[in-house]
């Protein structure tokens, strides 16, 4: 024998209050909601809404009336002590597309604060008024009495809970009325006091000049969203129904930081923090809009992730997107300023979009041995842009490199090294490469056969102490003449050193499996380059005392070590400490 399931009020309100809806304050939208849809199912007749707090009813219970369609005794049977009776709402007209959402289940938000909800209605269809009282317990009842109502229209009472009086008391009703209502179309009023608005704020009156349209709009993302805009966009897209604007924000945002819109269903409230209207990369941009086709969640708090959502996503980053590359044609300085404080998202999306790419390209300056410069000035003053992806890579090199002639630039910024990638893929005529430290040893002179020659003992001395340190000594004449030692590391190698240490460290069977997954050890892993063009590198050769000499050249590579900005291992520490002390030591006893 088939049987029904049955329904505990109780656990549905419980799950209402803790998995569904995330605070009681949403009863206020519910029965917004509710509203809304009765008067838009009249088609007609003055549209008010009026909700008397505890303060005007005299006995602490709060009533919210409508000048809506109404129901008979029938569809208070089916729509408000039935849940999930959707196909026989369809029937009674009452699933609509531009309804904000059904009755029933939103209904019962309301005994989140409420421990009985009356319902009085008279219908636009005829028949008798109909009282509904419902309790928290499950039980409702159902009754047909004339006198109770005259007008069309609903009437619902809730009667608060002990420790939900709060809820239901006028500074609380006002703001949250006015929070999710602000914008319906029906006139919504808290006793006399009106907290709705006819028009959407982001709509311009014909009759109001642009420049006044776009400084009242900074102001209201100013009270909305607490930032004077540095940008005001106008968003329209007819396919679903929505218009609103986007506020670009005037200082620099986090990549990682939350979207916060605020946005309208149907001209009601969703939320202020909601996340998904744009790509991710406009992160630094704020909307607030309203929609008649955009989904709602089952908590009508966020939005559905659906195909419309998708479009509407890819439609408004388009509008962002053609605005940069209008703003770099037409305001380059402002372009620029914006680009400074955005880069990141905006290097995001340059990655997949060639019309950005070239905006970054002319506007975003970047970190070279010329100076901040763009990558357009960059590539007008060398063939080619030879890059490292490594900021203190880039930092002890430059020097170098600038001496030699050679233009470097820094990519060890987020999306940098893959930018420089892109515009190698989309203009063929500009080559980007990579430099290995090690290459520049190809543009160093080799010193002069008799500078090298009277070097030859230091030099042995000098492999012998770094030995040590996994370094090899070469000499090489290089500008400028005032840097004495540059520190050069294979990447590589480096990574089979740590491997070798880490095997040191670790216990037989990890050990064992890295030695299996490690590449064979190589030759050092560093190299320092000794400037024989330096006096103090000169004076090696002329050094008697070998302790002095080892001192020496271990202060050489310790230097070069801390301008490279590379972790120092405990042994270079030891190094730092010991050749520093001791050659105090030695000037201090002269």
Sequence with gaps: MSRSFGVDLRGIIELLSQHLYSSPRVYVRELL????????????GHARIVLEPAEHTG???????????????????????????????DELGFARQDFLGQFGVGLLSCFLVADEIRLVSRSARGGKAVRWTADSSGTYEVVTDDSARAEIGTTVTLVPRKDAEHWLQ???????????????????????????????????????????????????CERTFGFQPFEVLPLDVPAVGLTGA????????HPGARQAHRV?????????????????????????????????????????????LLGVRDELGTVLKDWLVRLGGSEPDRASALLA?????????????DDLLRLVEHWLPFETTDGNVTLRQFRRRHNSILFTPDVDEFRQLAPVAQAQGLGLLNAGYAYDAELMRRVAEVDGSMATRRVVPSELLATMDRPDPVVEDQLRTSLKLARTVLDRHDCDAVPREFDPISLPALLITDADRERQRDNAEI???????????????????????????????????????????RTLAELTVESLYVHAL?????????????????????LLDRAVRR
């Design 341 to 353: 404080k955005h880069q990141l998202g905006m290097k995001s999306v340059a990655l997949v979009d």
């Design 59 to 89: 006995d602490g219970t709060l009533r919210i009336s409508d000048s809506g369609i109404g129901l008979t005794e029938d569809e208070v049977h089916t729509l408000l002590s039935t849940l999930g009776r959707t196909s026989k709402r």
């Design 264 to 308: 309208y269903l149907k001209r009601m409230l969703v939320g202020d923090s909601v996340e998904g209207l744009l790509p991710d990369w406009a992160y630094f941009v704020r909307c607030v809009v309203n929609s008649s086709a955009l989904r709602p969640t089952a908590s009508r708090e966020s939005l559905y992730q659906d195909e419309a």
């Design 33 to 44: 909601q509710n509203a809304t849809d009765a008067i838009t199912a009249r088609d007609g």
């Design 503 to 545: 095997s040191e460290q670790s216990d037989p069977l990890w050990a064992e499996l890295i030695e299996q997954l490690a590449e064979p050890a190589s030759t050092a892993s560093q190299q320092l380059v000794l400037n024989t063009r330096n006096p103090l590198v000169r004076r090696l050769s002329e050094l008697t005392d």
């Design 246 to 253: 986007a506020f670009v924000m005037p200082d620099t945002a």
């Design 170 to 220: 006028h500074d609380m009703v006002v703001a949250l009325a006015r929070e999710f209502g602000e914008l319906l179309p029906a006139e919504v009023l808290v006793g006399d006091e009106r907290v709705s608005q006819p028009d959407l704020p982001w709509l311009r009156p014909s009759d109001e000049p642009y420049d006044v349209h776009v400084d009242r709009l900074a102001a209201y």
């Design 562 to 582: 801390l301008q490279s900005r590379r972790p120092m291992r405990p042994k270079d520490t030891a190094a730092l400490n010991r050749s520093f002390l001791d």
